[in-house]
C-alpha cells in the first residue's frame, strides 16, 4: 500500500509540471524523471536478487556445501558477483540522473519553483523506496540467517516452518547425489492416521506416500485437531495436531537405519514466504488428500 502511494504520488506531479508549464526545460524534465523512476525499479530488483542469492548460498553452507566441491554455491556466487556489477552500473545513472534534475531545477526560470518541487518529491521518493528495500534486504538476510542456523533433529516428527525447510533441503540433497533412473523401482507405500481427541476416535483413512528417490517419500493430506497416530508398515509414530489443516508427510528409510517421518504444517511453511520448493514437492496452494 505504502509502495502504491508513493507511486502515486510521483505520477501525479508528473501531470501537475506537464500540463501548468509545457515548455522544453520541464519536458526534458520529465524523461530525466522517467529514466531515474526506471533505474530505481531496477535496483530494487537486483537488490532484492542479491538477497536471495545470499540466502540460497547460506542454506547450501549451513547443508555442508563449500568451495569448489559445490558447483551450486560457485554458481550461486557468480551470478552474485555480476548482479553486484549491474547494481553499481544502475547507481553511478542514478547519480547522474540526479544531477541533471538538480541542474535543471537550477536553471529553470518561471517553471523553477514547481520543478524544484518535483524533484523533491522525486528525491523523497527515492529516499522512501530506499529505506523500503533496505528493510526488505535486512528481512531477507535475517530469515536466511535463522534458517541457517535452524538444527533438525532427525528423531524430531512434527516441525516448525523452518524445520521444515531444513528437512526438504536435505531431502534434495540426498536425491542430488543419485541417479532418477532407480526412481521406478519404488513403490506408494499405504500408511494409516488416526486422530483422536479425548480418548474417542474422531477420524481414520488411509493414505499413500509418493517416492521420489533414495529412499524418500512424500505425501500431502488434511489433518484434523487431537493425537494423530501415524502407522507405516511396522512403525509408528504419535504426534499433537493443535490445529486443522494441510500437512507435508516425509518418510525417509535407509538401509541400513530406523526410518525417519516428518510432518510439516503448510501454513507453517507459507509463513516463511519461502519461495524455492523443489519441482518433486507437491503444490503447497492445492488441497490436500483426505482419502
Not at 53 to 81: I, T
Not at 109 to 116: F, N, P, R, S
Not at 194 to 223: F, M, T, W
Request: proline content about 4%.
Amino acid at each position: 500500500m505504502l509502495a502504491t502511494s508513493r507511486s502515486a504520488l510521483l505520477a501525479a506531479s508528473l501531470l501537475v509540471a506537464t500540463v501548468t508549464f509545457p515548455s522544453a526545460p520541464v519536458d526534458a524534465q520529465d524523461d530525466v524523471a522517467a529514466e531515474l523512476n526506471t533505474v530505481l525499479a531496477e535496483k530494487s530488483q537486483l537488490e532484492r536478487e542479491v538477497a536471495q542469492y545470499r540466502a540460497s548460498m547460506d542454506l547450501l553452507r549451513a547443508n555442508g556445501a563449500g568451495g569448489v566441491d559445490s558447483p551450486a554455491l560457485q554458481a550461486l556466487a557468480e551470478e552474485l558477483g555480476r548482479t553486484r556489477a549491474r547494481l553499481r552500473g544502475l547507481s553511478e545513472r542514478e547519480q547522474a540522473l540526479n544531477t541533471a534534475l538538480r541542474n535543471q531545477a537550477g536553471g529553470a526560470t518561471a517553471a523553477g519553483a514547481e520543478v524544484t518541487r518535483l524533484t523533491s518529491l522525486l528525491q523523497g521518493y527515492y529516499a522512501d523506496a530506499e529505506a523500503a528495500d533496505t528493510e526488505s534486504v535486512n528481512a531477507s538476510e535475517a530469515a536466511a540467517n535463522a534458517l541457517a542456523q535452524t538444527d533438525l533433529d532427525s528423531s524430531k516428527v512434527l516441525l516448525s516452518g523452518a524445520e521444515g525447510i531444513a528437512a526438504i533441503n536435505l531431502i534434495s540433497e540426498r536425491l542430488a547425489r543419485v541417479s532418477t533412473s532407480g526412481y521406478s523401482r519404488q513403490r506408494d507405500i499405504v500408511f494409516n492416521v488416526e486422530v483422536r481427541r479425548d480418548g474417542a476416535l474422531i477420524s481414520k483413512s488411509n493414505h499413500s506416500l509418493r517416492p521420489v528417490g533414495e529412499s524418500q517419500y512424500i505425501c500431502k493430506l488434511a489433518l484434523r485437531s487431537g493425537s494423530a497416530r501415524i502407522s507405516v508398515r511396522d512403525e509408528q509414530w504419535r504426534v499433537q495436531v493443535d490445529g486443522p489443516g494441510d500437512y507435508l508427510l516425509t518418510l525417509y528409510t535407509p538401509d541400513p537405519g530406523d526410518a525417519q517421518l516428518h510432518v510439516i504444517p503448510v501454513d507453517e511453511l507459507r509463513a516463511t514466504r519461502w519461495t524455492e520448493t523443489p519441482t518433486w514437492l507437491p503444490p503447497l496452494g492445492d488441497s490436500a488428500s483426505r482419502s
